[in-house]
T-cell receptor, first 113, second 120 residues
């Protein structure tokens, strides 16, 4: 079981470029999440999904888009990258059970210059 | 909106000793979940322990235990017999319990973290 995997591990973008952060989970979890973690801070929710075809905004969605065409994949799209998007991005997933425990991927470190 | 506060930015403890990390939260909800996550230098977020608010008994996982005080909205983490591998950032997190399809119950709210250093 690979759990939650994210690619790439690290990326440098120029201002105005775009990219997609990939997230895949093999646990058949319905719920998936994208967080960002700025230096020395806790995680903030960007977007989440409660199942294929259903997504919703979190606390800090501006500048990002998501899609959920399959249960396994939940890519995060950055359009027109800005220095303020320099951060570490975490994807997470959880089952629909009572446990509510979210399992996190290893993170993607993004630097926008 | 819920808020989670960790008042200790940094702490240190000697190997084999016990340390307690503090967490307080603010909510008007009655049913919710609380979590402690560990983030070592590898940046991987690892679940340490979880607590359901309706359970009065404090959760325990090996050397990790919590002191859950619902009335005081306090959720501290105690690490016994500290090990060098416990060195990490520790985050307290809150999630509402929502019945049905109300998606607002999916949000994890994190505290700002406590950096714990275990010294040999």
């Amino acid at each position: 079981n690979a759990g939650v995997t994210q690619t790439p591990k690290f990326r440098i973008l120029k201002i105005g470029q775009s990219m997609t952060l990939q997230c895949t989970q093999d646990m058949n979890h319905n719920y998936m999440y994208w967080y960002r973690q700025d230096p020395g801070m806790g995680l903030k929710l960007i977007y989440y999904s409660v199942g294929a075809g259903i997504t919703d905004k979190g606390e800090v969605p501006n500048g990002y888009n998501v899609s959920r065409s399959t249960t396994e994949d939940f890519p995060l799209r950055l359009e027109l990258a800005a220095p303020s998007q320099t951060s570490v991005y975490f994807c997470a997933s959880r089952d629909s059970d009572r446990a509510k425990t979210q399992y996190f991927g290893p993170g993607t470190r993004l630097l926008v210059l | 909106a819920q808020t989670v506060t960790q008042s200790q930015p940094e702490m240190s403890v000697q190997e084999a000793e016990t340390v307690t990390l503090s967490c307080t939260y603010d909510t008007s909800e009655n049913n919710y979940y609380l979590f402690w996550y560990k983030q070592p230098p590898s940046r991987q977020m690892i679940l340490v322990i979880r607590q359901e608010a309706y359970k009065q008994q404090n959760a325990t996982e090996n050397r990790f235990s919590v002191n859950f005080q619902k009335a005081a909205k306090s959720f501290s983490l105690k690490i016994s017999d500290s090990q060098l591998g416990d060195t990490a950032m520790y985050f307290c997190a809150f999630m509402k319990h929502v019945v049905g399809n109300n998606n607002a119950g999916n949000m994890l709210t994190f505290g700002g973290g406590t950096r714990l250093m275990v010294k040999p």
